[in-house]
């Protein structure tokens, strides 16, 4: 699937550090790393209803802050995102709308590209619809029931009898391979029961091994959309998917697998766990998750619906130049409430910065070791678990007492954060 069009990235005026980040399976802060020059990213797409709001728009310009960090330290980035372009929510929104589930899908899609690309978002070079690729997930799912890391569970309302749906055994996956249960999340098993039942999980399933074993294949219902597949006809389970598309597109051994927090289980735990159970490998150095974005009182979100638009506010004539000022003011692993005073304060900031350009003479625009000192600043805050906040600081202090602005920090903004405040 074609994904957006590529805002420019000016060259640097030195190379970076290498980024580090947190990391959630070690709690601790690690460089993320590239392998021969590469660092493979894959960040966990949008499900295609309601986007895009500014929750996504902060997931997605975080992993894109550490995409210009990669390319500002010299690596080539190799960036894979996906689309839940099939699954329950949707199903049931276009029922409940009357809108044909593909037709949801496409239109919500397209509407997410151009928020991306208003944003200046550095689109990812593969970009990639479950229902693209359902036949290599069939395969991956007939590759773990020949493994033995998958089990069918009988499955009444199937169209066949004797059909069953295919659910993932995380015990036998605990006890031959590297990968167990909390290895990535960390969570106890309270947490991940509550958490499991929350995003998609069915622990009350009849016929399960593990409550917490995942769904892997869904079989044929009637009245739901289906494909032939290695495994009969059906669709896929969730974590799969991801762990598919990754492993095709990213490789095995990859530096950075990013999505939300609220992907951190039963998702993400998951996807490695496929993976690992499919190649006998760990999945991704290094799982990165941002914040959660909140709007009066509670988190941003679909089934709330308290949802604020990037298409609307764009409608409205916000500059999306302050819809990433405004994002980036927080750091990404921080869960925080959006106010009307975030967007202000970003109006107020990117004001500032654009007078202070304005008036520079054009003469005053060669560099100077300043300018280049404060460029290494922020590659520095940046480079140091996404600090934006930091590097914001860093540049108002700049604006605040300069006179000139060179056109190494007008370059450093635009290539670091994605502004570009100088024609
Ligand atoms: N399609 C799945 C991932 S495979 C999904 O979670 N889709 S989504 O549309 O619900 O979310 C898209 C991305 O935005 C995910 O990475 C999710 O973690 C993130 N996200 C969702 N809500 C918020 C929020 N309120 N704040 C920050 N990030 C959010
Ligand atoms: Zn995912």
């Given amino acids: 699937m074609h994904s957006w069009p590529s805002p420019d990235v000016p060259a640097l005026s030195s190379r970076g550090p290498v980024p580090r980040l947190f990391n959630q399976a070690s709690g601790q802060i690690e460089a993320a790393p590239g392998t021969d020059g590469t660092a493979g990213l894959y960040v966990c797409g949008i499900t295609p209803y309601d986007a895009t709001h500014l929750g996504h728009a902060s997931t997605y310009l975080a992993f894109d802050t550490l995409n210009r960090l990669w390319r500002a330290a010299g690596l080539t980035v190799s960036y894979t995102q996906n689309v839940t372009d099939v ?13 044909d589930w593909r037709e949801l899908a496409a239109s ?43 089990y069918g569970v009988p499955t009444p309302d199937a169209r066949n009898d004797d059909a069953r749906d295919v659910y993932f055994d995380s015990a036998r996956a605990a006890e031959a391979t590297s990968w167990f249960l909390g290895l990535e999340s960390r969570y106890d098993r309270a947490t991940m029961l509550d958490q499991f039942a929350q995003r998609g999980g069915d622990p009350e399933r009849p016929g399960k091994r593990d409550p917490l074993d995942p769904l892997l294949w869904r079989v044929a219902r009637d009245g739901e959309p289906e494909w032939p597949s ?94 990433r000022l405004a994002l980036l003011g927080h750091h990404y692993r921080s869960d925080w409430e959006y106010t009307d005073a975030d967007l202000e304060r970003a109006t107020a900031r990117l004001d ?67 502004i570009r405040i100088a024609a």
């Fill in 352 to 418: 500032r910065w654009m007078a202070a350009a304005a008036m520079a003479d054009e003469h005053e625009t060669a560099s100077t070791p300043d300018a280049v000192a404060l460029v290494t600043r922020l590659l520095e805050a940046l480079a140091d678990d996404l600090d934006t906040p930091r590097a914001l600081t860093l540049l108002d202090e700049w604006f605040e007492t300069a006179r000139v602005v060179p056109a190494v920090i007008v370059d450093a903004i635009d290539a670091l954060l994605g």
């Fill in 87 to 99: 699954d329950d929510p949707l199903l049931e929104r276009a029922t409940a709308t009357g809108v």
């Fill in 230 to 323: 290695a495994v009969g006809a059906g669709r896929p389970g969730w974590h799969i998917e991801c762990a598919v598309i990754a492993l095709d597109h990213v490789g095995r051994d990859f530096a950075v697998q990013g999505g939300g927090s609220d992907l951190i289980f039963p998702h993400h735990e998951f996807s490695a766990a496929h993976a690992t159970a499919l190649t006998g490998e760990p999945f991704a150095s290094i799982h990165a998750h941002t914040g959660m974005v909140a709007y009066q009182g509670e988190k941003m979100s679909k089934s709330l619906g308290n949802l604020v638009l990037v298409s609307k506010l764009r409608a409205a004539g916000v500059d999306a130049r302050t819809i």
């Fill in 108 to 150: 919500q899609t397209d509407l997410f590209r151009g928020d991306m690309e208003a944003l200046r978002i550095l689109p990812p070079a593969n970009y990639i619809a479950v229902t693209e690729v359902v036949d290599e997930i069939g395969q991956a799912v007939a590759e773990l029931i020949g493994s033995g890391f998958a």
